[in-house]
């Protein structure tokens, strides 16, 4: 389910919809899909006191002087409230720990209904911050959603408020979450890791100082950067699970310039901004502001979003905003500069900068020209490859765990597993990236005696290029399989599926239909790919990927070295022909006969990309085709 979901609930029903929610929060394998769509909810006279199991006994009382009244009353449901007001009281108060994350409207009555209130505004009320109450003059519990016409003061009041909402999830909507980063992605964080960092002069004085601060990361490639960004938005996400620091949020995105989901700084601050609105529902005004003005085109514009993040971080309401930014340098040039700019703008101003509660912490390699742009904020840089000791030591409680590990598993002495250690910490060279490689290796080596441990403790490859080159070579660099599947992963504007790529890889000129293409799928697309490229892709989340960010730029072929004078598989793909080889597989997919003579009409269209595995291309090659051909 994509669409939001927004409940409508009086008295009772309110009661019915919480218990929903409940369970489905208990069950999230059936339901969490439906959970995650439900954004909003309105409530009409709904008791939600909680705590006071008496009042619950009250309340039915109340529900039964409406017999009195002459008003149809289901009375086995009457009794059933009567012996289960405890389950009420506990239903209301398992929802106020669930509906912190939904925008809620509430309207309680004004009038009393024969000689009392039947739902009072403090029982109607939740109190949670990103509830609105409201009461609407003139009705009692049965009245309060019943309207003479349109026109009427009663119901523009309603429909006003209504409005309001259904405006502000469909804003929420436009923004987007932030791509699942998998454990996978980033390098398993070994305990005792990373806690050098927190522990810095620099992050404790951007942690600490009050106002909004900036902290730019800088280090080597390979040196742990998205580990310990991974991390330390853990750590202070924990924060909000402290009673004293309820007002804390934490943000993050991760770039990744092997995704166009993940590369620009448009989609990072659609991402951050839908966390910040999702846990605080109440900042969505600074959206509406800008969304009556610019309508939905704003979402596309950075100066837009930039804007409304900087007024939710204003707002006395937002608490500490602690945004955890990754990989900078992949992001794209063109945003990359404008978000550089925008952070320089707002924290060389102490005056704004002390009156803000957003703090920001962003890593990247140390390039020059990002280095320049963050010139005049010289005493926000902490320099990692500085920080050597720090990385070495981190190091050393890595591979003393792995091997531990891998000891365990193979059955290695003492002696092998001490040799083993000093080896890799002697070769590491500052470099988490090489070490984590070369343990995969040994952990995924069949053979595990004294001799076969000791030639490849001679063999390993002193640098990254080496790891590289040896992970190829069992492919040689003139099979063309091995070649097209790094093409394809190399220039995808979007990490591809499994099935997506079995379908690109397999499609060729003589395929004249998906029944035809279908009988030449691999079998087993996941072994197709270990055969032909080895360790150098992995599969994560059914998602193809190269093993590192490092591995691409080791495949890309440089301008200045056009006649590819490195080793076999150094500087070998080149993105022209990664970009023809992707539009040629898009326009083959496309033109097949299954989508010729039809008129691609919403509902045409809705119906093939619904039908993921009969079309399972189709959405990556309508959608990047003209990327890939303008290319070429």
């Given at each position: 389910?994509?669409?939001?979901?927004?409940?409508?609930?009086?008295?009772?029903?309110?009661i019915?919809?919480?218990?929903?929610?409940?369970?489905?929060?208990?069950?999230?394998?059936?339901?969490?899909s439906?959970?995650?769509?439900?954004?909003?909810?309105?409530?009409?006279?709904?008791?939600h006191?909680?705590?006071?199991?008496?009042?619950?006994?009250?309340?039915?009382?109340?529900?039964?002087?409406?017999?009195?009244?002459?008003?149809?009353?289901?009375?086995n449901?009457?009794?059933?409230?009567?012996?289960?007001?405890?389950?009420?009281?506990?239903?209301?108060?398992?929802?106020?720990?669930?509906?912190?994350?939904?925008?809620?409207?509430?309207?309680?009555?004004?009038?009393?209904?024969?000689?009392?209130?039947?739902?009072?505004?403090?029982?109607?009320?939740?109190?949670?911050?990103?509830?609105?109450?409201?009461?609407?003059d003139?009705?009692?519990h049965?009245?309060?959603?019943?309207?003479?016409?349109?026109?009427?003061?009663?119901?523009?009041?309603?429909?006003?408020?209504?409005?309001?909402?259904?405006i502000?999830?469909?804003?929420?909507?436009?923004?987007?979450?932030p791509?699942?980063?998998?454990?996978?992605?980033?390098?398993?964080?070994?305990?005792?890791?990373?806690?050098?960092?927190?522990?810095?002069?620099?992050?404790?004085?951007?942690?600490?100082?009050?106002?909004?601060?900036?902290?730019?990361?800088?280090?080597?490639?390979g040196?742990?950067?998205?580990?310990?960004?991974?991390?330390i938005?853990?750590?202070?996400?924990?924060?909000?699970?402290?009673?004293?620091?309820?007002?804390?949020?934490?943000?993050?995105f991760?770039?990744?310039?092997?995704?166009?989901?993940?590369?620009?700084?448009?989609?990072?601050?659609?991402?951050?901004?839908?966390?910040?609105?999702?846990?605080?529902?109440?900042l969505?005004?600074?959206?509406?502001?800008?969304?009556?003005?610019?309508?939905?085109?704003?979402?596309?514009?950075f100066?837009?979003l930039?804007?409304?993040?900087?007024?939710?971080?204003?707002?006395?309401?937002?608490?500490?905003?602690?945004?955890?930014?990754?990989?900078?340098?992949e992001?794209?040039?063109?945003?990359?500069?404008q978000?550089i700019?925008?952070?320089?703008?707002?924290?060389?101003?102490?005056?704004?900068?002390?009156?803000?509660?957003?703090?920001?912490?962003?890593?990247?390699?140390?390039?020059?020209?990002?280095?320049?742009?963050?010139?005049?904020?010289?005493?926000?840089?902490?320099?990692?490859?500085?920080?050597?000791?720090?990385?070495?030591?981190?190091?050393?409680?890595?591979?003393?765990?792995?091997?531990?590990?891998?000891?365990?598993?193979?059955?290695?002495?003492?002696?092998?597993?001490?040799?083993?250690?000093?080896?890799?910490?002697?070769?590491?060279?500052?470099?988490?990236?090489?070490?984590?490689?070369?343990?995969?290796?040994?952990?995924?080596?069949?053979?595990?005696?004294?001799?076969?441990?000791?030639?490849?403790?001679?063999?390993?490859?002193?640098t990254?290029?080496?790891?590289?080159?040896?992970?190829?070579?069992?492919?040689?660099?003139?099979?063309?399989?091995?070649?097209?599947?790094?093409?394809?992963?190399?220039?995808?504007?979007?990490?591809?599926?499994?099935?997506?790529?079995?379908?690109?890889?397999?499609?060729k000129?003589?395929?004249?239909?998906?029944?035809?293409?279908?009988?030449?799928?691999?079998?087993?697309?996941?072994?197709?790919?270990?055969?032909?490229?080895?360790?150098?892709?992995?599969?994560?989340?059914k998602?193809?990927?190269?093993?590192?960010?490092?591995?691409?730029?080791?495949?890309?072929?440089?301008?200045?070295?056009?006649?590819?004078?490195?080793?076999p598989?150094?500087?070998?793909?080149?993105?022209?022909?990664?970009?023809?080889?992707?539009?040629?597989?898009?326009?083959?997919?496309?033109?097949?006969?299954n989508f010729?003579?039809?008129?691609?009409?919403?509902?045409?269209?809705?119906?093939?990309?619904s039908?993921t595995?009969?079309?399972?291309l189709?959405?990556?090659?309508?959608?990047?085709?003209?990327?890939?051909?303008?290319?070429?």
């Amino acid at each position: 389910m994509n669409r939001p979901v927004l409940f409508i609930c009086h008295s009772l029903g309110g009661i019915v919809m919480k218990k929903a929610m409940i369970i489905a929060n208990e069950r999230l394998m059936l339901y969490k899909s439906l959970l995650h769509s439900v954004k909003a909810c309105i409530f009409f006279g709904v008791p939600h006191r909680g705590a006071d199991i008496a009042y619950w006994g009250r309340f039915v009382a109340n529900l039964l002087d409406y017999g009195q009244l002459g008003l149809k009353v289901n009375k086995n449901l009457i009794d059933a409230l009567v012996k289960n007001s405890p389950t009420l009281a506990n239903i209301s108060r398992q929802f106020v720990e669930r509906g912190t994350q939904l925008q809620i409207r509430t309207f309680f009555e004004t009038e009393k209904m024969g000689n009392q209130v039947i739902v009072d505004e403090d029982s109607a009320t939740l109190h949670l911050p990103n509830e609105t109450p409201v009461g609407i003059d003139g009705t009692n519990h049965k009245t309060m959603c019943k309207f003479d016409d349109a026109e009427s003061p009663k119901y523009r009041q309603v429909w006003v408020a209504v409005k309001n909402l259904v405006i502000s999830v469909a804003l929420t909507s436009s923004f987007i979450e932030p791509p699942t980063l998998s454990l996978e992605q980033v390098l398993h964080r070994i305990a005792g890791t990373c806690e050098w960092f927190s522990k810095h002069e620099k992050y404790q004085t951007w942690f600490q100082e009050p106002g909004g601060s900036l902290l730019w990361l800088s280090a080597d490639p390979g040196c742990g950067k998205s580990v310990l960004a991974s991390w330390i938005t853990d750590k202070l996400s924990a924060l909000s699970k402290n009673s004293a620091s309820l007002s804390c949020k934490t943000c993050y995105f991760f770039f990744k310039d092997d995704s166009d989901e993940q590369k620009s700084a448009v989609l990072a601050l659609r991402a951050l901004l839908h966390q910040l609105f999702s846990a605080k529902p109440h900042l969505l005004e600074h959206a509406m502001l800008i969304y009556n003005t610019r309508d939905s085109k704003f979402v596309n514009e950075f100066e837009s979003l930039w804007k409304i993040l900087i007024s939710a971080a204003k707002d006395p309401g937002s608490g500490n905003i602690y945004c955890v930014i990754d990989a900078l340098d992949e992001c794209g040039v063109s945003t990359r500069n404008q978000l550089i700019r925008s952070l320089v703008q707002l924290y060389s101003d102490q005056s704004v900068a002390n009156h803000i509660s957003l703090k920001v912490l962003v890593t990247s390699r140390p390039y020059r020209e990002i280095e320049r742009n963050f010139k005049e904020l010289p005493t926000i840089r902490l320099k990692g490859e500085d920080e050597l000791a720090s990385t070495d030591n981190d190091i050393k409680l890595v591979v003393r765990d792995k091997v531990r590990e891998i000891g365990r598993d193979k059955g290695l002495s003492e002696d092998v597993c001490g040799e083993l250690t000093q080896k890799l910490i002697r070769s590491a060279d500052h470099s988490f990236l090489w070490v984590s490689l070369i343990l995969y290796f040994i952990d995924k080596e069949h053979q595990a005696s004294k001799p076969a441990l000791e030639k490849y403790l001679r063999d390993i490859p002193s640098t990254l290029d080496e790891v590289y080159e040896n992970m190829l070579s069992k492919a040689g660099s003139d099979n063309p399989q091995t070649r097209k599947i790094l093409y394809i992963v190399v220039g995808a504007a979007r990490p591809l599926s499994l099935t997506e790529m079995n379908f690109a890889f397999s499609i060729k000129g003589h395929h004249s239909s998906e029944e035809n293409l279908k009988e030449s799928l691999e079998p087993s697309i996941q072994n197709t790919i270990k055969g032909l490229c080895g360790l150098f892709v992995r599969i994560i989340d059914k998602r193809v990927y190269l093993v590192h960010q490092t591995a691409r730029e080791f495949l890309i072929k440089l301008p200045e070295d056009p006649s590819h004078l490195s080793p076999p598989w150094k500087h070998s793909i080149s993105l022209y022909e990664s970009n023809r080889v992707l539009a040629e597989i898009c326009l083959r997919y496309i033109f097949l006969s299954n989508f010729q003579n039809q008129a691609l009409s919403w509902e045409v269209e809705r119906r093939i990309k619904s039908d993921t595995f009969s079309h399972s291309l189709f959405d990556y090659a309508t959608s990047y085709w003209p990327g890939h051909f303008k290319e070429v």
